[in-house]
T-cell receptor, first 112, second 115 residues
Framework: TQLLEQSPQFLSIQEGENLTVYCNSSSVFSSLQWYRQEPGEGPVLLVT?????EVKKLKRLTFQFGDARKDSSLHITAAQPGDTGLYLCAGPPGGNTGKLIFGQGTTLQVKP | GAVVSQHPSRVICKSGTSVKIECRSLDFQATTMFWYRQFPKKSLMLMAT?????????EQGVEKDKFLINHASLTLSTLTVTSAHPEDSSFYIC???????????FGSGTRLTVV
């Protein structure tokens, strides 16, 4: 069974600080996605990484896919209170089922 | 972009009753939709894969007789929680994959409270 281990699970930082969230697996994923979820809402897709070693930037967010496609990271520069939320990595397990499995999630709180 | 509408957003029901949750893809056809359950401050747990015109595929440990899934059309899947009990209280979320895309669009979720 493919698993995604996400760390840290909780992060509370001050506005302006940088942070990195990690998503690791012992298995290879064809792609990984990062979502952000606010309380009472469904997850919203931030990015999909497909190629090993790929780096994608979304304003102050930088996403990286590991060379071996077993891990990914999300780095936020100069965090803002508006970045507060639950960040989830997800990927399709083996086989062409269309399913997604999720990491445990990282709850980020950015204090003003 | 792809939009998935989920209804209702909140529902409170009495123990023993059944509740139906709808998931609609508004601007695209979804032959496959997915139902997740999420506990407070936890991640999403896949419950089942809903297949248009055929039986749903349930994940291990999910009771198919309790969580009935119907995918009657290419734009609508329903999840019915039968004979609900307080332990079924949770946040239920559906998702659908747009044709030719890697990303999945999620509904806004349904907060079910069983009293």
């Amino acid at each position: 069974t493919q698993l995604l281990e996400q760390s840290p699970q909780f992060l509370s930082i001050q506005e302006g600080e940088n942070l990195t969230v990690y998503c690791n697996s012992s298995s290879v994923f064809s792609s990984l996605q990062w979502y952000r979820q606010e309380p009472g809402e469904g997850p919203v897709l931030l990015v999909t990484v497909v190629t090993g070693g790929e780096v994608k930037k979304l304003k102050r967010l930088t996403f990286q896919f590991g060379d071996a496609r077993k891990d990914s990271s999300l780095h936020i520069t100069a965090a803002q209170p508006g970045d507060t939320g639950l960040y989830l990595c997800a990927g399709p397990p083996g086989g062409n089922t269309g399913k997604l499995i999720f990491g445990q999630g990282t709850t980020l709180q950015v204090k003003p | 972009g792809a939009v998935v509408s989920q209804h209702p957003s909140r529902v409170i029901c009495k123990s023993g009753t059944s509740v139906k949750i709808e998931c609609r893809s508004l601007d695209f056809q979804a032959t496959t939709m997915f139902w997740y359950r999420q506990f407070p401050k936890k991640s999403l747990m896949l419950m089942a894969t809903s297949n248009e015109g055929s039986k749903a595929t349930y994940e291990q440990g999910v009771e198919k007789d309790k969580f009935l899934i119907n995918h009657a059309s290419l734009t609508l899947s329903t999840l019915t929680v039968t004979s609900a009990h307080p332990e079924d209280s949770s946040f239920y979320i559906c998702s659908a994959q747009g044709a030719g895309s890697y990303g999945y669009t999620f509904g806004s979720g349904t907060r079910l409270t069983v009293v």
